[in-house]
């Protein structure tokens, strides 16, 4: 037993001498417990994951199968589509409307007696003395010829006046719009201002008066949108043609 363990010291001491012997690097081989590769001084780093180790795998954890696996790269970033800005403005083309655009006057007859609305010629637009435009519609036709309210309202002023004559100025009932008759040869029996005005009733008659034609007697007829003052002779003109006849100028 005694020459036994003599024998076993000497095989261990010859080991031990063996180990001493050999290199750093392969002491540490020889005594690794841990099958991941230690990087020594001596060694280069590995570049990519080998057998038997766990490839670091974003997101997923898995073993790799011995070939190396590199992370996965980062999805580019997508910019979200822009959303519409609501400016509370119109698109561009879209028509204009005023919050407080009024209803243009509807239903309104032909105020010279017996006159058709295609027998009308547009003429609002014409030139007239002073650089001046015409703003009005004229209507031909005999001297005597009645005129009529073109619609209900009232006789808000009788006025002579140098260029329009005898004229008269109706108010309709809601206050807004005025029409305007001039160059009339007289009234009709009995017409006075605050008088109430029916659609077609006889208020005139066609003449020439104030600085008309002799030669060419008409009635001179305006339409004009009143201010908030209300003012007879005061408001801004509008065309009388489609309102008469249905058709643009």
Do not use: C
């Not at 060694?43 to 070939?67: E, I, N, Q, S």
């Amino acid at each position: 037993m005694k020459y036994v363990a003599i024998v076993l010291a000497g095989l261990l001491l010859a080991a031990a001498v063996h180990f001493a012997a050999l290199p750093r690097g392969e002491r540490v081989r020889i005594v690794q417990v841990s099958p991941t590769p230690v990087v020594t001084e001596d060694d280069p780093a590995p570049a990519v994951a080998t057998l038997g180790t766990r490839a670091a795998v974003a997101g997923t954890g898995a073993a790799t199968g011995g070939a190396p696996v590199p992370a996965p790269a980062s999805p580019a970033a997508v910019p979200s589509p822009a959303m519409p800005v609501d400016t509370g403005t119109a698109p561009p083309g879209a028509p204009s409307v005023a919050s407080n655009a009024l209803p243009l006057p509807s239903g309104l007859v032909v105020p010279v007696q017996g006159v058709q609305p295609a027998q009308l010629s547009p003429t609002f637009t014409d030139a007239r003395g002073g650089g001046r435009t015409h703003e009005a519609l004229d209507i031909m036709a005999p001297r005597g010829t009645p005129v009529l309210a073109v619609a209900d309202g009232h006789v808000e002023k009788l006025f002579d006046s140098k260029q329009g004559g005898l004229t008269i100025y109706q108010f309709e009932p809601g206050g807004r719009y005025a029409y305007y008759y001039a160059h009339l040869e007289r009234y009709a029996p009995g017409l006075a201002e605050q008088q109430p005005l029916r659609r077609g009733e006889v208020i005139g008659y066609v003449g020439s008066t104030g600085n008309a034609d002799p030669a060419a007697p008409h009635l001179h007829f305006a339409v004009f949108a009143l201010g908030p003052e209300k003012r007879w002779w005061e408001g801004t003109a509008i065309d009388p043609y489609p309102l008469l006849t249905g058709k643009a100028p």
